[in-house]
Every structure is written in C-alpha cells, then in structure tokens.
C-alpha cells in the first residue's frame, strides 16, 4: 500500500558519501551506521576495520530549507585483522556494531566491535597548542638551561583543527563465539555483548573481566538447536535486557532475578502459521535485529520477511506486524541457492516511535507509519533522484503489467541490499548504507 | 517441483555451503552452520519420509498410507521398486499430506539405515563423549566419510535392503555438522 497517493514521498535524498563506481573493494563495504545521542554525528565502520564519523554542519540560516550537511569529521582504523593460532583462524577485521556513548564532557566515546574484540574510542578535537616553552624551542629542540635569562609562562595560541580518535580501552578474551551485539546501558557505567551463545557485561572502566550474564551452550554442542542473534539494553531500565534468537524468539532478562539469566523473565514468542511452513521456516523466522522503542515501551524485532513490534507487557504475540517484502516468500528456494535468505537486516525506530524503518533487496527501503497503518517504499539511488528533489515510492508487483515507478519481482536485484539504517534521534534525517555508499535523505520541509 | 527432488536440492547445497564456509575468513559461522543443519535435517527427513510414502503406494494401493507395519526390509520390496519410480508422481498428494508434520512413518529400527551415513557416531559412543568434551573451534581433524566408506557403510548394514543406491546416500554428510 503506497503511503500517498501522487506517488511523491516526504523523503529527498540529501548526501551521497563514498565511490560511485561499479569497482567496489570488499574493505570499503559498510557494515555498521549508527547516529550519536544528539544526531550531530554520525559513525560508520566497514569491514576493513575502519571507523568514518561524519558531523553535521552548523545550520545554514540564509538557507532554512536545507538541513545541515554531514561532512567527514574523523577517519580512523579501529580494528585489525588477527589470527588465532590456537584454534587456525583468522579473526576478521570487519566492524560488526558501533555504539556511541551519552555525551558527559567536550569529548565523544563510542564502542566498536568485530567478531572478538571491543574497544573504546575517545574522539577529541585540538584546535590549540601550547606555544612560548623555556626550555624548548618552537621546533622542538631543547635549549640549554644556562642560557636561559628570563623565564615566560606558555600560552594556548590557536591551531586547525584536528580531530584525534584514540583507544581508551580494549575489551579483550572474553568471547569464544562471534560477537554479534553490543549495547550500552543506561547506567552509562556498563554495557553488554553478545555472542552465539553468551551475553557477558562488562564494566566501562575494566578490561580484565566481564560477567556472563547468559550462557544457552548446551553440555553436548550436537544438542544445540538455538543462537543468540541479537541483544540489547532496554532504555531507561538498567536491569533489563533482551536478546533474540535464531528461533525467532526474544526473551526479556532482569538482572536483579539471579546473577546468570538464564532464566528469562519473559519470552516473546508468536506461534507459528501452519500454513506457511516450509523448508526455510526457521531460516527466516530468525531474529536479525532487535530494538527498543525510546520510550521503552514497546520492542521491535526484524526477521527475514516482517517488522514486529510488540509491547513488553504482552508476550503471546506483537501488537503490530509489517510486511517488508512479502513477496519474496515465494522465491525462497532462490534466495536460500544465492544465499540472500542469510542476509541480517537491522531496523531503526525514529526518535519518537511513530515511524520505524528498515531495509530491503534492489537498495529499496521501507518504512512504516504506525498510527495510520501507511507504508512507503523508496529506492537509495543517486542516478534516480537529485538531492532536495522529493523521492517517489516504489511498488513490487507480481504481475506482468508494468507501470511507472513499479518493478516486478524477478527484476530485482539481490546484490544491492540495504541491512544497516539508521534514524537521527531528533530529526527527521536517516542515513543507510547500501553495499558500499552511505545515504543521508531527510524529510521536506513545508 | 517434486517435493524429492527439492528436498534433495536442498540437502545438497546446503552440504555445499557447509564445506565453503569451512574456509570463509572468520572462521566457521555458529549461526549459519545451525540454520544450515536445521535446513538440510527437515529436507533429510522429509525426503524419506516421501519417499517411504511413494514406495508404500507403489507396493499396495489398498494399504492405509499411515500404517506403522511396513518392513522395508522385506525382499519384497525389492519387486517394488520399478513400481515406485512411476507411482511417485501420481501420489504426489499423498506424500504432500505426508510431510506436514505426520510422524516418521518407519520404526526406529528401519530408520537407522536411512540415517547411516549421517550420523555414524550415534553407533560410537566412545566418539560423541570425545567430541563434547573437546574445546571450540578445534580444527576438526577427524577423516571424513568418503563415497567408497559409505557404500560400504551402507551395504553391510543393510543385507536385504533392495533399495538400490541412489545418488543421495552417497553424499557424504560431515558427521560432527555443528560440533566445533
């Protein structure tokens, strides 16, 4: 169902970051977008270990109808490629999650991770240096101090400004599976990760230990049925986290109940539509992403075909179910052969829960209006559309009968895929990455 | 598509994807790897279990699809077999109904030579309690069931079986699927 008639969406592209060629290096793909506490900045990692963080522009004020433009602030690498020689395997490089920590002083610190490695990063800006030293000339050489015959006190003279990403902290050895979530508590004191099989809290100021909170690995590994595939803190309560799995199910844990949680004090779970079984039935209802909303009411989950919100105090079945791309159910056998039907796709909510967004096959992505039931498909492509120009929905048929701005679904192309979104938390601007460019498109304003 | 020979599609790429992944960067993917099983033991076992109900059909027309006395061990069976490959594609509706979640149709006995290749270490206790105990991510660096062991494998566990060897049972299944 298109969310307006005419076709023309509230949504125009506004930036395009990174190479527009067909050339793409692995390095370059984007694996992680994520917008800090107040939008102005805007992180992004790649599986070549490197962090981007783009910051947006003071506003224009002779030019009202524009928002401000992100441009790149800092560029750094935070992780590297490893080898285990323990167990012969090669530890990759690619940010898996990026998590931004609550603002307290001039600085900013995020968490990065890859597979097995966590770091804290402290981004700070040195826009002056100390000049007119004693005992050091302006070149840095050292002067005698005999022939030192007054002395002055060295004053901060301005510099250009340079912006310095450096490592605090390195949260090492704790995982034996991939990490696949990190989340910062509301405490602002610690935060979780998880992995397949385990959830571990660390503290922000220690390095040398964590506690493991959940731990799902069975005594015999041939028993396993079930992996953790997504965890996150609930906003405002620094007890309670949940965490998906590849079952579809999420389970809500508090921490004030026992000290392992393995034990959940609630579970999410929808009973299966018979009718729809399959061979892929539990490739595709595995959880990829979970968030709550900022209320912290309501939870939202992302599984291979729907969006679904549910509210933490019912755990039969959600409140609210979107069809992203119904229409693939029926080419799963072709998704399963291509290996699409493994793609982990994450949702965002916008800053306040009315809409929540996600991403979808040939760059489409889709959001969703909650109050009015309205939906909208747009295309992230900077041939089809020109920054301010109002983007036009799109709309997936079956069919053999073509109109404009529709496609059919054998056209689709499974190779351009939009997994990672993310919402400003004020504004309304989003940023995604498709393959290996960065989107930005905010809302017209009237 | 026939249910078969989809379920046999799956199963074979799936083994596929499994054996790729072993020399992915990163290692092997907990997640992908259990999806995979989960994938290929539904195929598995529908697979056989439609083909157990083609063979039931094509063996006696009067007989009720759902009867847990079957002996496909019986020498019989091996008359059937002609039989089987043609009333496979009229009793389509019958194997479909078959699938939906209906209880393996053969008695655990019989099933062990479906299963034989796959899970040869269910006959080994001394190799399971070894593999639970070793550590993760351990390089599995246990033989793998060739071609030739599994023919073999198969044709001295079951002397009267007068199923002939299709192209299935010959693929060779990683034994320890999830275990590393």
């Known amino acids: ?51 981007v963080i783009f910051q947006q522009e003071q506003e224009n004020k002779s030019l009202p109808q524009c928002r401000a433009e992100y441009n790149v602030y800092s560029t750094f690498q935070s992780h590297e490629p490893e080898f285990d020689y323990l167990k012969s395997l090669e530890i990759e490089e690619k940010i898996n999650k990026i998590r931004w920590l ?57 510099m250009d400004l340079m912006v310095e990403a450096s490592p605090r902290r390195v949260y090492a050895n704790a995982h034996t599976y991939h990490i696949n979530s990190i989340s910062v508590n509301s405490d602002n004191e610690t935060y979780l990760s998880a992995d397949d099989l385990r959830v571990n809290l660390w503290h922000l100021d220690y390095t040398d230990r964590s506690f493991n909170i959940v731990d799902i690995k069975p ?40 000290a392992l949680c393995d034990q959940h004090s609630k579970l999410f779970e929808e009973p299966e539509d018979p009718s729809t079984r399959s061979f892929f039935s539990e490739i595709i209802s595995s959880i990829s992403d979970v968030k709550f909303s ?66 979808s096959y040939n760059n489409f992505f889709r959001m969703f209006e909650r109050e009015g039931q309205r939906d909208v498909t747009l295309e992230a492509s900077w041939e089809n559309g020109s920054p301010g120009c109002p983007l036009k929905s799109w709309r997936v048929s079956t069919g053999s009968r073509r109109k404009r701005n529709e496609i059919g679904v054998d056209c689709l192309d499974f190779s351009r895929k939009i997994l990672y979104t993310s919402w400003h938390p004020q504004e309304n601007i989003v940023a995604l990455a498709t393959v290996n460019n960065l989107y930005l498109f905010q809302e017209k304003l009237n | ?109 019989a099933d062990k030579e479906n299963c034989g290749p796959s899970r040869p270490d269910r006959h ?43 192209s299935l049972s010959l693929v060779p299944m990683p034994r320890t699927i999830v275990t590393f």
């Not at chain 1, 490695?117 to 101090?145: M, V």
Request: glycine content about 8%.
């Open chain 1, 102 to 158: 609550p603002q307290k002083n001039a600085a900013h610190f995020l968490l990065s991770t890859n597979d097995k490695t966590i770091k804290l990063w402290k981004i700070s800006e040195r826009d002056k240096r100390p000049e007119g030293y004693n005992l050091k000339e302006e070149d840095g050489r050292y002067r005698h101090p005999s022939s030192l015959t007054t002395l002055r006190v060295p004053v901060f003279q301005p």
């Open chain 1, 294 to 359: 900022h209320s912290g009411r309501y939870m939202m989950t992302r599984d291979y075909l729907t969006l679904k919100i549910w509210d933490l105090h019912m755990e039969s079945h959600p409140v609210e179910t979107y069809q992203v791309h119904g229409y693939l159910r029926s080419k799963l056998c072709s998704l399963y052969e291509n290996d699409c039907i493994f793609d982990k796709f994450e949702c965002c909510w916008r800053g306040d829960d009315s809409e929540v967004m996600t991403g």
């Open chain 2, 1 to 109: 598509m026939d249910v078969t020979a989809e379920a046999k599609q799956i199963m074979v790429q799936a083994l596929g994807k499994m054996y790729s992944s072993r020399s992915q960067r990163g290692g092997l993917r907990l997640h992908r790897s259990l999806l995979l099983t989960l994938v290929m033991k539904s195929a598995r076992d529908i697979y056989h279990s439609a083909r157990l109900m083609s063979e039931k059909s094509g063996q006696s027309v009067t007989e009720e699809c759902t009867s847990h006395t079957q002996e496909p061990m019986d020498t019989s069976s091996s008359t059937a077999t002609p039989l089987r490959e043609t009333s496979g594609q009229s009793s389509e509706d019958g194997q479909r109904s078959g699938l939906e979640g209906h209880p393996h149709p053969l008695n655990p006995a």
């Open chain 2, 124 to 166: 080994s206790r001394k190799r399971r309690s070894k593999t639970a105990t070793d550590s993760d991510f351990i390089p599995c660096k246990k033989a793998k069931l060739e071609c030739a062991e599994v023919r073999g494998v198969l044709q001295n566990s079951s002397a009267n079986c007068g199923r002939a060897l299709d």
């Open chain 1, 219 to 258: 005594a015999n590994m041939e028993e396993l049925t079930e992996v953790i595939t997504a965890s996150e803190f609930h906003p405002l309560q620094c007890n309670t986290f949940v965490y998906g799995s590849s079952k579809g199910s999420v389970r809500l844990c508090d921490m004030r109940a026992s």
């Open chain 1, 1 to 51: 169902m298109d969310g307006h008639g005419d076709g023309q969406s509230r949504w125009c592209l506004s930036q395009v970051k990174g190479a527009v060629d067909d050339d793409v290096a692995e390095a370059d793909i984007i694996s992680a977008v994520e917008f800090n506490h107040s939008g102005e900045l805007l992180a992004t990692g790649d599986r070549g270990g490197r962090i």
